[in-house]
């Protein structure tokens, strides 16, 4: 889950949000989601995911999603650009009807997507594995 979106294209609207890898690989084209604007309550959209990239994002369309802007993606800036510390895929959803109080603009929220359950001990147990095997040199 990453708390951060963008509404883009009025007339196609769709929402954009940057997840971890490891988030990446519990969801899948079609599962529904939720976009909740910042400090708009009760306008949320109905969601369905429609794309997933393939590669990591080299940068963040939008200086608003940087952590430095109040988003949550840690960045650094490199000749005016907000590059990403960690890989940070984008995902593409599509929303279901248009509310008009949210017409017109662009807003920074969150998205909760209905993902593949993943146990806390499965989690815990993948990072130590990738720690043990960076610090055992393979």
């Given at each position: 889950?990453?708390?951060?979106?963008t509404v883009v294209n009025p007339d196609q609207w769709q929402v954009e949000a940057y997840l971890s890898e490891a988030d990446l690989k519990r969801i899948a084209v079609g599962q529904q989601a939720r976009f909740d604007p910042d400090g708009r309550f009760g306008s949320a959209l109905d969601l369905q995911v429609s794309?997933?990239?393939?590669d990591a994002s080299h940068q963040l369309p939008a200086p608003g999603l940087a952590a430095a802007a109040g988003g949550s993606v840690a960045t650094r800036e490199?000749?005016?650009r907000h590059v990403p510390e960690h890989a940070v895929y984008r995902v593409t959803y599509t929303v279901d009807?248009?509310?008009q109080a949210l017409a017109g603009q662009v807003w920074r929220g969150h998205v909760v997507t209905e993902a593949q359950p993943e146990?806390?001990?499965r989690r815990l147990a993948r990072a130590a594995l990738?720690?043990?095997w960076r610090e055992a040199g393979w």
């Open positions: 889950r990453e708390p951060l979106a794309a997933i990239a393939h490199v000749d005016g009807g248009r509310p146990s806390v001990l990738a720690v043990w």
